[in-house]
Nanobody
Framework: HVQLVESGGGSVQAGGSLRLSCAASGQISSDYCMGWYRQVPGKAREGVASISTDGVPTYADSVKGRFAISKDNAKNTLYLQMNSLKPEDTAKYYC???????????????WGQGTQVTVS
């Protein structure tokens, strides 16, 4: 079983930055892909960024050049550095993981509870 706990959300003005963290515990290893997703009430959850088991990052077009995903394997922690934030980035951000090389789509096995990001 894998537990994921997000932190780092908050309120920020447009143009500002935030860094999200996702602490993973349990039976997670480097054989798990991990990713960040976000959801606005009334809309489907969308992928923001993910990182494969061999460290290859993938980004949604809407965040390319502004967000950066990284992972500290020693700490079992996933990060999302968010720069040049826009009001349309406002959402609840979720960390997810699965025993897959690549995290694609939203049908992953493990999810955190989410952290709210509000950009005004």
């Amino acid at each position: 079983h894998v537990q994921l706990v997000e932190s780092g959300g908050g309120s920020v003005q447009a143009g500002g930055s935030l860094r999200l963290s996702c602490a993973a515990s349990g039976q997670i290893s480097s054989d798990y892909c991990m990713g960040w997703y976000r959801q606005v009430p009334g809309k489907a959850r969308e992928g923001v960024a993910s990182i494969s088991t061999d460290g290859v990052p993938t980004y949604a077009d809407s965040v390319k050049g502004r967000f950066a995903i990284s992972k500290d394997n020693a700490k079992n922690t996933l990060y999302l550095q968010m720069n040049s934030l826009k009001p349309e980035d406002t959402a609840k951000y979720y960390c997810a993981a699965d025993f897959l090389q690549y995290c694609s789509g939203s049908h992953l096995g493990y999810w955190g509870q989410g952290t709210q990001v509000t950009v005004s």
